[in-house]
Structure formats: structure tokens, C-alpha cells
């Protein structure tokens, strides 16, 4: 957690990928800081693959804090069609769109 808050994304892509590598399941949260941080770096890519991760670990689904940090950062870098399409998604995400996910959606139009 303390390498994804202190800004150092590759450090903290690099202590998530040993944990999974170790067999450990990461959690909610620690999948939670990875996403921020990606989404924070303006990597909406890598931000939107670690919820996906996420999604597909069989950890538990990614709550909507999660989607809507991926969506609010789609919003900011100008990824419109990424914005609603992960609006779209979230239900089979395991999470239901909220004020905030359609706030982050029209901040993007």
C-alpha cells in the first residue's frame, strides 16, 4: 500500500504482482490502492485492467469506489466511450451505478 500511495506506481505494480505470484489473494483494498494509483497516474488503462483483475480473481467483485475511480479517470482523460461503457458494465461487475458513477459520466461529456 505505502509504494501505490507514495505515487510509485511501477514499485507498487511490481509488490502486487510477487503477492499474486505467492499465491496470497489480495484484497478488495489492495486492489483498491493499485486502481487509485494507476487511475491518479492518468494510466486509465492499467487502472481499468487491475479492475478487471480484480473482477476475474474470484476474490469478491469490485464494489463501486473501485469502478467509479476507473470511470471518474475515463472522465478526465477525455475516454468518453470507456466511461459508459464501464457505466454500462457495472452491474455485471457485481456493483450498481450510483450518483457518483453518473456524475463521473456526464463530468466526461
Do not use: F, Q
Not at 511501477?10 to 486492489?31: D, H, K, V
Not at 474470484?58 to 476507473?70: C, D, E, L, R
Not at 475515463?74 to 455485471?92: H, N, S, T, V, Y
Amino acid at each position: 500500500h505505502l509504494a501505490a500511495k507514495a505515487a510509485d506506481l511501477p514499485a507498487a505494480t511490481a509488490a502486487m504482482e510477487r503477492l499474486i505470484e505467492s499465491g496470497t489473494a489480495p484484497s478488495g483494498a489492495t486492489y483498491g490502492v493499485l486502481i487509485s494509483a494507476a487511475a491518479k497516474a492518468g494510466r486509465i488503462d492499467e487502472a481499468a485492467g487491475w479492475l478487471r483483475r480484480m473482477a476475474m480473481a474470484g476474490h469478491g467483485a469490485p464494489n463501486a469506489i473501485s469502478i467509479n475511480i476507473v470511470i471518474n479517470a475515463c472522465a478526465k482523460g477525455g475516454r468518453i466511450d470507456m466511461a459508459e461503457a464501464l457505466l454500462k458494465e457495472m452491474p455485471a461487475l457485481g456493483a450498481a451505478p450510483d450518483v457518483m458513477s453518473y456524475n463521473a459520466v456526464l463530468d466526461a461529456c
